[in-house]
């Protein structure tokens, strides 16, 4: 049988909320990381070439 979704309070949604801008904030940092460390370790030459 299905069950029915647990219904949050406004508080637990208040947190869920903030949780998960935290960590949108924290995956998205870690992708500029790890864009700025690829250009470091190539160079910046590796922008300027032709495409």
Excluded: W
């Amino acid at each position: 049988m299905a069950q029915r979704p647990q219904t949050l309070s406004p508080e637990e949604q208040k947190r869920r909320r903030k949780r998960s801008i935290a960590l949108g904030l924290t995956l998205g940092a870690l992708v500029l990381f790890f864009y700025i460390v690829t250009i470091a370790k190539l160079g910046v030459a590796v922008l300027q070439r032709a495409l």
